[in-house]
């Protein structure tokens, strides 16, 4: 079998299972769990900022940083095909009144010009701008990274607009390793981070909001009115540390075999394999005969288990659980039915 729906799939190791098992844990709703404090000292630290707060999922990490940079009322620029405007079900609007204006969908490849062109400034009767944000890896952009000039230079209209920058990077990581931009350098970026740890890291669960040490007080806030107020959550924490200790560098071993099944699709014209930059690999059905769909209830009969993001794009995702007989068995499976 290989599963390639999602790195969100995989299973936690015997190792992480081990520190999960034995972790010193507290009640972290009074602030006293030792583990997951370390653990949003240790990321706070990572990415250069006062502070960090641990949330049980990414879209609760998203929202919540968007509260804290955008205000009920306010507007949030962001792609058309961003995270936090197509999968997070309307949570922008419906927790924080964010009012959500967005640019046509061009994956990693942001036209600063154009985002800097979309800003309004307050005042009657329009809505004013108050923050961007970005995606780091991009999931409907194929894992594609946005590179450090653009932002930079994204940043740079930010303050000179004073609004804020927020970064979704559920996937920096994998940014981090494909081009080298160290975490502190992205982080000196952003207002506000997500960042996860259940996707490619391969903990069970957890996501933290990253931030300046007043906005993560309001956040432990926003997130117990979210209902995210958890106890000993010292237990989720420890997997999470040891992801964070020993599996962001082996995140090149997910984009070497991503680019080898990109590779091998490729002649099928389904795939761009230069375009295949981390552990993403989308598939372009709009020339074939299978859509995304039909290809993935194939593929499944035959135990190779793909996501159909749209009805003629599909997605493959390498991840800590997928081996090389995995990937092999995937492109003879996905060769035959592309044939």
Not at 82 to 109: K, M, N, Q
Request: aromatic content about 4%; proline content about 5%.
């Amino acid at each position: 079998m290989a599963d390639l729906r999602s790195d969100t799939v995989t299973r936690p190791t015997p190792a992480m299972r081990e520190v999960m098992a034995t972790a010193a844990v507290g009640d972290d709703v009074f602030g006293d769990d030792p583990t997951v404090n370390a653990l949003e000292n240790h990321v706070a630290a990572l990415f250069g900022h006062e502070a960090a707060l641990f949330a049980p999922s990414g879209t609760m990490a998203n929202q919540i940083a968007l509260q804290l940079v955008v205000a009920p009322g306010g507007e949030l620029l962001a792609g058309a095909d961003a995270h936090v405007v197509t999968y997070e079900l309307g949570a922008a609007a419906a927790y924080g009144g964010i009012s959500t204006r967005t640019w046509s969908p061009d994956g990693a490849a942001l036209d600063v010009d154009r985002i800097a062109g979309m800003i309004r400034p307050a005042g009657y009767p329009s809505v004013p701008t108050a923050a961007i944000a970005v995606e780091q890896t991009h999931n409907l952009g194929g894992g594609g990274v946005v590179s450090l000039s653009v932002l930079r230079d994204l940043r740079a209209v930010a303050d000179a607009h004073r609004i804020a920058l927020h970064c979704d990077g559920a996937r920096i990581w994998h940014a981090h390793v494909a081009d080298g931009v160290p975490l502190a350098e992205y982080g000196a970026l952003f207002d506000t981070l997500s960042v996860c740890l259940s996707k490619g890291l391969g903990a069970p669960v957890g996501s933290l909001i990253i931030g300046s040490r007043d906005r993560i007080t309001r956040a432990r806030v926003i997130r117990k009115r979210m209902g995210g107020g958890m106890r000993q959550v010292g237990i989720l924490a420890a997997a999470g540390r040891y992801a964070l200790d020993h599996h962001i560098e082996r995140l090149a071993q997910d984009h070497e075999r991503a680019h080898r099944i990109a590779e091998a699709l490729a002649p099928y014209g389904v795939v761009d394999p230069d375009r295949v930059r981390t552990n993403l690999v989308p598939l372009d059905l709009s020339k074939s005969v299978l859509d995304a769909p039909t290809l993935a209830a194939e593929a499944a009969k035959r135990d190779v288990f793909i996501a159909a993001m749209l009805p003629r794009t599909a997605r493959l995702v390498t991840h800590l659980d997928l081996d090389d007989d995995g990937v092999d068995h995937a492109i003879s499976v996905l060769r035959g039915l592309l044939s």
